[in-house]
């Protein structure tokens, strides 16, 4: 059962009480007019001629990942280059092996450069050290409606007119900003569906099969309520470690408590898109949920994906995620009283009115008020929509949502222009709504 949800602008967190093989990789780029793979002189001076050097090295290595061809992805590691390092290197290409990628590609933009402070010992003969900044771009085969990016941090070596990839963020430079994605953590499974993939590691696959089974019509629920404005397509990723689950939600979550959150790499208000979209569960706490439980959480994480690019930072709380939630218990099974018994005990006790809708701060609490809002929050969703209708009620989400933080008069404008009740009409209705369904 259900019973915390926690959201973060920007992220979006469900907290729960402790109770096909991938598509074969696109074709190769014609071996036409093909920059001099790395190890290989450009003919170049080697100050002159880093940044055409570094631009083959990052083409040959992206196009043996698209390969398959571990050879010469190893090939672009720098020969004497730390020893753990290229033991890095060749485990990320083996973990890399059955994820579906319709792209995989680098961007160097040699006008960010990253100071690297490299002791001369780790040096190992290098003439010249060099960072700029690179990006990776990538594209889940049946996930991604577009391909997103995201920073790399690292790391090349000059020996003579020869440039390598020397090292990463983690071992030259600390400071340097830098995403590790779940093949940067072992190797990863994926499983395919009609309408989404699920990405894990073999010691979650019996959690990450239970998903797998649910995605689908995770999916087609999401949209019989949203409709057909979004992909219709989800990732969903399930970390191997705390460390894992850490580094892809951020460092400023409590990961142990965290069953489930729906994360963006970034938004784009004008086209209404949203790139790198992902739900991350947390498979220890995932894997204790009963099945109608585990199909309430994914619901509701889908339903931040398929909203999120109308969704402007800034928006309502109590709308966010009383709206996922909405979609999330629909047709679930599980009663009312069930699904929110904060609300259930506070609407029993004598006197009691729905007072106001939860404000931003109510829903960063903890224990049993911020259980309180979040119920409460989902409550008045489900009022809405009972009287006036579901299509009414994802107008008022996108009327709303689309305009990120506005003042209370403007949300009651628009409630009222939806209902044809004012602030005072609705709130006694909502009272009498929750009289009636909790006592």
Do not use: C
Request: no cysteine.
């Amino acid at each position: 059962m259900v019973t915390l949800i926690i959201a973060v602008t920007g992220v979006l967190l469900l907290v729960l009480p402790g109770g096909s093989p991938p598509p074969a990789p696109e074709p190769p780029a014609s071996n036409a007019n093909r920059p001099a793979p790395p190890g290989i002189s450009t003919g170049e001076p080697a100050g002159d001629g880093k940044i055409p050097a570094i631009g083959a090295l990052l083409r040959s290595r992206a196009e043996a990942v698209r390969q398959r061809n571990r050879a010469a992805f190893l090939d672009t590691v720098d020969p004497q280059a730390d020893a753990a390092f290229r033991e890095r290197q060749a485990e990320l290409f083996d973990n890399l092996r059955d994820v579906p990628l319709k792209l995989w590609d680098y961007r160097l933009n040699a006008d960010e450069t990253n100071e690297v402070e490299h002791p001369s010992q780790q040096r190992r003969g290098s003439e010249e050290l060099w960072s700029p900044r690179v990006d990776l771009l990538y594209q889940l085969t049946g996930a991604d409606p577009q391909p997103t990016s995201r920073p790399q941090g690292m790391v090349f070596s000059r020996r003579g007119d020869r440039w390598y990839l020397m090292a990463d963020a983690a071992q030259a430079a600390p400071g340097l900003k830098a995403w590790r994605g779940p093949w940067d953590f072992g190797p990863v499974r994926a499983s395919a569906t009609a309408k989404g993939v699920v990405l894990s590691h073999d010691s979650n696959a019996e959690v990450a099969d239970r998903v797998r089974g649910e995605l689908d019509s995770a999916v087609d629920a999401v949209t019989s309520v949203w409709g057909d404005r979004w992909s219709g397509r989800v990732a969903v990723v399930l970390p191997e470690s705390t460390e894992e689950l850490q580094s892809l939600v951020g460092p400023e979550f409590a990961v142990d408590s965290i069953a489930a959150v729906a994360i963006a790499d970034r938004v784009d208000g004008g086209k209404q898109t949203a790139d790198g979209q992902r739900v991350v569960l947390n498979p220890t706490i995932a894997a204790r949920l009963s099945p109608s439980a585990l199909r309430v959480v994914l619901r509701h994480e889908i339903g931040h994906v398929a909203t999120r690019g109308v969704t402007v930072d800034g928006s309502p709380l109590w709308l966010l995620e009383g709206f996922a939630d909405y979609i999330g218990y629909k047709d679930s099974g599980i009663p009312m009283r069930q699904a929110a018994p904060e609300l259930a005990k506070n609407v029993q006790r004598p006197g009691f009115t729905a007072a106001e809708l939860p404000a931003d701060a109510d829903l960063h609490n903890g224990g049993t008020k911020l259980d309180f809002a979040y119920q409460r929050s989902w409550s008045f969703v489900v009022y809405l929509s009972q009287l006036t209708s579901e299509q009414r009620v994802v107008q008022i989400y996108r009327q709303i949502a689309s305009k990120g933080k506005i003042d209370q008069d403007i949300v009651d404008g628009i409630l009222r222009d939806a209902t044809g009740k004012g602030h005072a009409e609705l709130r006694d209705g909502w009272t009498a709504f929750l009289q009636q369904n909790f006592r």
